[in-house]
């Protein structure tokens, strides 16, 4: 009864170091999605994989990549991590390909730069 | 552009007092309405969702919600509310533009219960 797995839960960073936050679902879902949340902004989509093979930019992908290993999994990957990166990332899913509403999300990791 | 606002930050009420969390949104057509609800250091979980038909829409947890179109609101109730309920309540909207469809989530309001 996992749902959405979200490794790690915290991370500390110094500026320019690189990382990849990974996210499993056992739900079977077609859609993954990485928000962030910030202080008093919500969540802001990051990136969208619609299906596996497939993913596009969501609202803030500057300074993120992404890859979806198969259907299961979906990382996030920090190639040169800056203090603006500082904030909780979710990772989500959903059944449906269509319209984009996350259904299921993990716990978060928690990353802070420095 | 389509925008959801929640316009309480903060909100306590005690146990087993009524609740009502506000939310009004910006968008030309009739949108697809979210409801979500996050508990400390956990991800959030969707409690209802608004498509089309009846506007009064019930939830996961004793909560429902109210779609006004005349208003721009889609505003959650609660007529009991427990301390378990205490966490703070996200509302969102999907939008579609051209065939792109997105959601955009409000800021959130926190909501104490208190004994």
């Known amino acids: 009864n996992a749902g959405v797995t979200q490794t790690p839960k915290f991370q500390v960073l110094k500026t320019g170091q690189s990382m990849t936050l990974q996210c499993a679902q056992d739900?079977?879902?077609?859609?993954m999605y990485w928000y962030r949340q910030d202080p008093g902004m919500g969540l802001r989509l990051i990136y969208y994989?619609?299906?596996?093979?497939?993913?596009d930019k969501g609202e803030v992908p500057n300074g993120y990549n992404v890859s979806r290993l198969n259907k299961r999994e979906f990382s996030l990957r920090l190639e040169s991590a800056a203090p603006s990166q500082t904030s909780v990332y979710f990772c989500?899913?959903?059944?449906?390909?269509?319209?984009?509403?996350?259904?299921?999300f993990g716990d978060g990791t928690r990353l802070s730069i420095l | 552009a389509q925008s959801v606002t929640q316009p309480d930050i903060h909100i306590t009420v005690s146990e087993g007092a009524s609740l009502e969390l506000r939310c009004n949104y910006s968008y030309g057509a009739t949108p697809y309405l979210f409801w979500y609800v996050q508990s400390p250091g956990q991800g959030l979980q969707l409690l209802l969702k608004y498509f089309s038909g009846d506007t009064l829409v019930q939830g996961i947890k004793g909560f429902e919600a109210e779609f006004k179109r005349s208003q721009s609101s889609f505003n959650l109730r609660k007529p009991s509310v427990q301390w378990s309920d205490t966490a703070e309540y996200f509302c969102a909207v999907r939008t579609n533009s051209g065939g792109y469809q997105k959601v955009t989530f409000g800021t959130g309001t926190k909501l104490q219960v208190i004994p």
């Open positions: 994989s619609a299906s596996e093979g497939t993913t």
């Open positions: 989500a899913s959903s059944v449906t390909t269509r319209g984009r509403q996350p259904q299921h």
């Open positions: 739900m079977n879902h077609n859609s």
